[in-house]
């Protein structure tokens, strides 16, 4: 992992040697798998249930990590009450993983969540549940029980957040917008990959976004790509890291995967993940999109 910008990577190895930090009571380690099961059935890979690594706690991403009354991310006194609940404080050392239709779909959310709202030490196990469990590391059913601890979050901190405002400067200004979709979400083929719910009336891009499809950054085991190599991508995407650069996708999740390569791993200083995304934008009155593979 040392090509990276940072070390908030960490391989399964690495998660296997800190297992019994995992499964104590004490809160200096948690371990969080995220998925979301309404819309990760035809997903390969094994739910919470069936197995999941020692002393992982589960967070559904609809119901944990969303209010689903305002359509938004949690605020902060609930996300507060979401980790404290299950036994993390802002000092845990708290490493997110998951499974989806893409590795740590839903993961890497909560992990821009958490990071939204300011928790330092926050990791991501690279290839997520499948990796691990193609590569036989440990299962259990059990599930850990922690005692709640309090949470205390530092955040927001809305640098690495964009509203619709930041996506209609970033049209104005011609500034670099990363479209994580799929390239027939891109061009308008479809709106959404196919049994999502949360879908927008149009179908289309951003005008001025560049199509960076998630698996393009990721190896075949679902590991992300080196550092030369996502640069590379990303360089012919027109992304260096040298101008303020926006994520999105259908509602920021496979988005905050990009913004993880981009911002944590590539070091790129000044990414947003526009969370809102294609469900916001496609669904308004009067917002500009474009169609076709934007060549």
């Known amino acids: ?9 960490v391989d399964a190895d690495w998660v296997e040697d800190h297992l019994e930090e995992f499964q104590s009571d004490d809160p200096d ?15 390969e890979y094994t739910s919470y249930e069936e197995g999941h690594a020692p002393g992982a706690i589960f967070f559904d991403w609809e119901e944990d990590f969303t209010n689903q009354q305002t359509r938004d991310i949690l605020s902060k006194d609930a996300f507060e009450e979401t980790m404290g609940e299950a036994g993390i404080t802002e000092d ?10 893409v590795p740590n779909w839903f993961a890497l959310f909560a992990y821009w969540q958490a990071k939204y709202y300011g928790h330092e030490d926050a990791k991501v196990l690279d290839g997520g549940k499948g990796y691990w469990v193609d590569n036989d590391y440990p299962l259990t059913d059990e599930v850990p029980e922690f005692d709640a601890q ?42 959404a990959p196919e049994g999502l719910n949360e879908t927008a009336q149009r179908a289309g891009h951003i005008p001025g976004a560049s199509n960076v499809p998630i ?18 991508i990303y360089a012919e995407a027109g992304v260096d890291g040298e101008e303020s650069t926006i994520a999105y996708c259908r509602v920021g999740e496979r988005s905050s995967i990009e913004w993880f ?9 000044d990414v947003s ?16 999109i474009e169609t076709g593979d934007g060549q």
Do not use: C
């Open 92 to 101: 845990s050392t708290i490493v997110f993983y998951g499974g989806g239709r």
């Open 261 to 269: 390569a981009l911002r944590e791993l590539l070091g790129f200083e």
């Open 273 to 288: 993940n526009y969370d809102g995304s294609w469900t916001e934008w496609g669904s308004m009155i009067r917002t500009p």
């Open 29 to 43: 380690y948690r371990l969080l798998e995220v998925n979301n099961p309404t819309v990760t059935t035809d997903s």
């Open 150 to 191: 309090e949470y205390d979050a530092r955040g927001p901190f809305e640098s690495i957040r964009a509203y619709r405002d930041d996506v209609d400067t970033a049209i104005e200004q011609g500034l670099p917008m990363v479209d994580v979709r799929s390239p027939e979400e891109f061009s308008g083929e479809v709106i």
């Open 215 to 232: 698996a393009t950054i990721l190896n075949e085991d679902g590991t992300f790509k080196s550092s030369d190599e996502l640069r590379e």
């Open 1 to 9: 992992m040392s090509d990276y910008d940072t070390d908030v990577l």
